[in-house]
């Protein structure tokens, strides 16, 4: 279940905080792309993830692989997200940020073997960061920018969890409580409930289910409400 978003100010946002903040939602926003293929959920994955990462290989590539495009390695990168979300495991809320750097560095090493197989890329396991430590001026401005749209792309998220959150029955409802706001594992959490260990996880994968689906169907009639000829 989504944590509640902090009250900080946008502009006390740091760096720190606001790429863990990118990195949770982006797990989330994946984990509903790989179980409902929402078309909304892969773009709002692009647009939180694409321009920083873009920002990098345009400073790294010219040292690391130069002839390399970095254009080239987003569309591959993002293309092979879209074609096999089922390789993706949500482990942990900066899941989405590692197997993106390591779907990059491939793309990165794929482009320089077709350019020039004598190249080798010594290490591209940075490649996907989005980060520096002393950002220039348009990076701090690109950022500020960044929080915002990061900041409404949480409240969206989280209101229509709630949404779906809500519409569950009273069961599914105590059944996430438990595993997901109490912590506890699936057997400890199907003894409370007088429910087999089985039948108590089988619940909880279709109350999470329920939950992606209505979020998608939010977001598709938002989309479409919006390409409606006015």
């Known amino acids: 279940m989504f944590r509640s978003p902090d009250s900080l100010p946008l502009d006390l946002v740091g760096p720190a905080a606001l790429a863990e903040r990118r990195d949770e939602i982006s797990t989330r926003l994946m984990a509903i792309y790989r179980e409902t293929g ?7 994955l692009y647009r939180l993830n694409a321009p920083g990462i873009l920002r990098n290989l345009e400073r790294r590539l010219p040292r690391q692989a130069p002839g390399v495009d970095p254009g080239d390695v987003i569309q591959d990168a993002f293309l ?16 989405f ?5 390591a779907i990059v560095a491939n793309s990165v090493r794929r482009r320089i073997r077709r350019s020039d197989p004598r190249l080798v890329l010594l290490d591209g396991s940075d490649l996907a960061a989005t980060s520096d430590a002393a950002p220039e001026p348009w990076e701090a401005a690109d950022r500020a920018e960044e929080t915002a749209r990061l900041c409404r792309a949480w409240a969206l998220l989280l209101l229509l969890y709630l949404q779906a959150y809500c519409a569950l029955r009273a069961t599914d409802r105590a059944r996430l409580h438990l595993v997901e706001l109490e912590e506890l594992d699936y057997r400890t959490a199907a003894a409370r409930l007088g429910q087999t260990r ?3 996880k089988m619940g909880v994968f279709r109350a999470r289910r329920r939950i992606a689906r209505g979020m998608q169907r ?13």
């Open 38 to 44: 929402s078309q909304e959920a892969f773009g709002w």
């Open 80 to 95: 092979s997200v879209f074609l096999y979300p089922r390789r993706f495991e949500a482990r942990g809320e900066s899941a």
């Open 97 to 101: 940020r590692t197997w993106m750097r």
């Open 198 to 200: 089985d039948n108590f």
């Open 218 to 230: 939010v977001l598709a009639r938002a989309q479409a409400a919006v390409a409606a000829p006015s």
